[in-house]
């Protein structure tokens, strides 16, 4: 018979929790042509935070110098994401993961020079992970809608460059767009903070016991520069992927 380790039995119930509400939701989601898909991410993502999580624990034993490499590693999964989500633009791939890594380490690198966090991996990891995600998040929904404003003002564009505009002053106003858009959520969630929800940060320190006046500091400081680094990321994509829905001949291509 095989022995369940000590350390894993109080974990038990929460995995099951999980597992149902997968399952549930999956079921749910059917009648809506999602069952399939919420079943398979839904998996993944156990799958993947178990995996994560067994990672951690090893690096946490290692030179702080793994956990960079990590972080790196997340950024150029997070900027496939963002790279698919634009279409796959010319350059897009290479776009999206320096301006995640570029945005996340101008944030990151506050907490640490002003000693809010120690420079440790039990720190380091879960910080610059979320303004790693986010950051992907806020561009994949930037570049996402900015493709689309582009394709809708095909004919307003090419006027702007029919008088001689260059392509970024043509499409000015889709950047725009696709940023608002972009940062609606993350706008939304700041007017509500403290309101209508409590953010993970702060509900995890709570739940370890910190001070709430603490907790709540270290929660705004984060969600700020949480908003900030995903408006800086997708701020940095949309400048630079603008030329790839341009031919050399300064037209607007129609294979995007």
């Known amino acids: 018979m095989i022995e369940i380790p000590a350390e894993i039995i109080p974990k038990i119930p929460i995995l099951l929790l999980t597992i149902i509400l997968i399952l549930f939701s999956a079921a749910f989601a059917r009648r809506f042509s999602l069952g399939r898909e919420i079943s398979l991410a839904g998996s993944r993502a156990l799958v993947q935070i178990l995996i994560l ?72 990891i879960p910080t610059g992970s979320i303004f790693i995600g986010n950051a992907m998040n806020i561009s994949s929904l930037a570049i996402d809608r900015y ?8 004919n307003e564009i090419e ?33 509500n903070l403290g309101l209508v929800w409590i953010p993970g940060v702060m509900t995890g320190l709570l739940l370890g016991g910190a001070d709430p006046l603490e907790a709540a500091s270290i929660q705004i400081a984060l969600f700020t520069s949480i908003m900030a680094a995903g408006m800086l990321a997708s701020s940095l994509l949309l400048h630079f992927s603008t030329e790839s829905f341009f031919t050399e001949a300064l037209q607007l291509r129609d294979d995007f």
């Open 53 to 124: 999580a067994s990672i951690i624990l090893l690096l946490f034993e290692l030179s702080i110098y793994w956990s960079v490499l990590m972080l790196l590693a997340m950024a150029a999964i997070a900027g496939h994401t963002t790279y698919t989500r634009s279409g796959k633009l010319e350059k897009g791939l290479s776009m999206s993961i320096m301006s995640i890594v570029l945005a996340s380490v101008l944030l990151l690198i506050p907490f640490f020079l002003l000693d809010i966090f120690p420079l440790e991996a039990r720190y380091l």
């Open 147 to 154: 493709r689309g404003e582009i394709r809708n003002r095909r």
């Open 159 to 191: 006027a702007y460059l029919a008088l001689g505009a260059t392509p970024r002053i043509a499409t000015a106003a889709c950047l725009t767009q696709g940023i608002n858009s972009a940062l609606i959520p993350s706008i939304d969630n700041m007017k």
